[in-house]
């Protein structure tokens, strides 16, 4: 029997789907420390991993003839595991891609919607107990509805994202990527981001993260964009240059920002934290049961067939 470590707490309903493996449950919130993660690999055939689990070259060089042989990544994204040196220890790694897409896209969309119409702004001032009631100048904000979205990065959260601006709120979709895409929606094509930037009045980044996109937003693209265009990250922390976004928000060089990821996750600058306008959520990008649920359910498809000498489902 298959010894497997499913290093965080997962949802009860997935649980069951481990049948005929040897489990053994870490239940904690927290990431793996050093020590952990060397001996999960010396002393289990598997793990179950996901953010914070830095798994890199080092920890892979300080034990190099691995027990395990399979890092199934509970999430899309697997920046934190350095795939290249896993493969040359023998270890395929996985991920959860799909279940993501959707929950992913209403994430942004949350966000687009709170830093346009002030939400965040709005809910601290009605706590606060110092609102004092409607008048027409109030809290004026961005009208969405019709406003130009660029999406940098038209994979599947890309798209999904795009339709429901598209679609939902009539919004034309520009698009920044290696190379134009066949879509379901009409969507002009960019190679140039900071000239899309300077276009549109809303950027959403939806990409992964990867030496090549670390720091994708920087100052370069901050300026190009227009003093009331917003930034919405849902992608990773390090795709935005942070000191160059608290820059420009704090000279109110663009109209605000909506962030669910951080470069430093999860430490989050008391800069960012004390602006106005930027609405700061804690990673719920994913946050909803059905959809970890389902993600727990994608990492045990792929240990299960693993195990059973078939290719997994999602290997990266």
């Given at each position: 029997m298959k010894k497997v470590l499913i290093a965080r707490v997962l949802p009860d309903e997935v649980y069951p789907a481990l049948k005929g493996l040897e489990v053994v449950r870490r239940d904690l919130t927290t990431p793996l420390d050093g020590a952990e993660m060397r001996a999960a690999l010396r002393e289990y055939d598997g793990v179950m991993c996901t953010l914070g689990d830095q798994f890199s070259a080092q920890v892979f060089a300080d034990v190099p003839q691995p027990r395990c042989k399979v890092l199934a990544n509970f999430g899309v994204g697997f920046n934190h595991i350095d795939v290249a040196a896993a493969r040359a220890a023998g270890v395929t790694v996985t991920n959860t891609p799909g279940a993501v897409t959707d929950a992913t896209a209403d994430t942004a969309?949350?966000?687009?919607?709170?830093?346009?119409?002030?939400?965040?702004?709005g809910e601290r001032l009605v706590r606060s107990g110092a609102w004092e009631g409607w008048h027409p100048t109030q809290m004026l904000g961005l009208h969405l509805t019709g406003k130009t979205v660029g999406i940098v990065g038209m994979g599947r959260i890309g798209q999904a994202i795009a339709r429901?601006?598209?679609?939902?709120?009539?919004?034309p979709v520009h698009y920044f990527g290696r190379s134009p895409k066949e879509l379901d929606f009409d969507a002009v094509f960019h190679s140039d981001l900071a000239g899309m930037a300077a276009e549109v009045d809303v950027l959403v980044t939806a990409v992964a993260s990867n030496p090549q996109t670390r720091h994708l937003i920087n100052a370069d693209v901050l300026a190009a964009m227009r003093p009331h265009a917003r930034l919405i990250n849902i992608a990773r922390g390090d795709v935005v240059d942070e000191a160059a976004l608290i820059?420009?928000?704090?000279?109110?060089a663009i109209g605000g920002a909506g962030l669910d990821v951080y470069e430093f996750e999860?430490?989050?600058?008391?800069?960012l934290r004390d602006l106005d306008n930027v609405v700061l959520l804690p990673h719920l990008?994913?946050?909803?049961?059905?959809?970890?649920v389902d993600m727990g359910m994608m990492v045990v498809g792929n240990l299960q067939a693993f195990f059973r000498g078939d290719a997994p489902p999602n290997p990266v």
């Open positions: 969309m949350t966000l687009m919607l709170m830093s346009a119409r002030r939400a965040g702004e429901r601006c598209h679609f939902g709120f009539g919004m820059d420009a928000l704090q000279r109110g999860p430490a989050v600058p008391q800069a990008g994913t946050s909803t049961t059905e959809v970890r």
